[in-house]
């Protein structure tokens, strides 16, 4: 089965600051790759998504990941976070089974 | 215009008592889903549906009975309500079952079991 690790729980950030929240998956075949962000009292919304080619994604606001497949690895990043990044975001891995399985989620504060 | 809308968005009810969610999209998908996200939000499939058929049923007690009059509808039926059912409820749908494209979520359903 596959599993989705996000280490940080909890990550306060002052407006400006670099981001990287990372994420690691458990599985062996081909995957694809998802970062979903709930903002505080909605549902989730896709920052970005992997399924090939190159292994760094640009997606929505500003964020990238980069897939590492060696390191099973697909960090989200952010050069400059503002005070409207603040929310949840959830790594997800999905295989060829119709499966999307969520990280734990990382709960993301900027300090305006 | 709503993609995937559920009702009703919160929900407050008694132990004991049966209740059923609604979701519908409007997006013409094939797949639907249903997922589970608990006090510490960690997210957990419960259900997938393709084309009306049931493709996916993770281990959630047999309490809870998805039903998809439609490819366009899949509700949630929960028999017998507990406490541990407390939490927020999000359908979801997806153009195929490959996952290939985006899946789409509601706003949710929170539940709160008295």
């Known amino acids: 089965a596959q599993s989705v690790s996000q280490h940080n729980h909890h990550v306060i950030l002052s407006e400006a600051a670099s981001l990287e929240l990372g994420c690691n998956y458990s599985?062996?075949?081909?995957?694809?790759l998802f970062w979903y962000v709930q903002y505080p009292g909605q549902h989730l919304q896709l920052l970005l998504k992997?399924?090939?080619?190159?292994?760094l994604v640009k997606g929505i606001k500003g964020f990238e990941a980069e897939f590492i497949k060696s390191k099973f690895s697909f960090n989200l990043r952010k050069p400059s976070v503002q005070w409207s990044d603040t929310a949840e975001y959830f790594c997800?891995?999905?295989?060829?089974?119709?499966?999307?399985?969520f990280g734990g989620g990382t709960r993301l504060m900027v300090k305006p | 215009d709503t993609a995937v809308s559920q009702t009703p968005k919160y929900l407050v009810t008694q132990m004991g008592n049966d209740k059923s969610i609604k979701c519908e999209q409007n997006?013409?998908?094939?797949?639907m889903y249903w997922y589970k996200q608990d006090s510490k939000k960690f997210l957990k499939i419960m259900f997938s549906?393709?084309?009306?058929?049931?493709?996916i049923n993770e281990t959630v007690p047999n309490r809870f009975s998805p039903k998809s009059p439609d490819k366009a509808h899949l509700n949630l039926h929960i028999n017998s309500l507990e406490l541990g059912d407390s939490a927020v409820y999000f359908c979801?749908?997806?153009?195929?079952?490959?996952?290939?494209?985006?899946?789409?979520f509601g706003p949710g359903t929170r539940l709160t079991v008295l």
């Open positions: 997006l013409g998908h094939d797949t």
């Open positions: 599985y062996g075949g081909t995957v694809n």
């Open positions: 979801a749908s997806s153009q195929d079952t490959w996952l290939a494209g985006t899946v789409w």
């Open positions: 992997y399924f090939s080619g190159d292994p």
């Open positions: 997800a891995v999905s295989n060829a089974g119709n499966m999307l399985t």
């Open positions: 549906y393709n084309n009306k058929e049931l493709i």
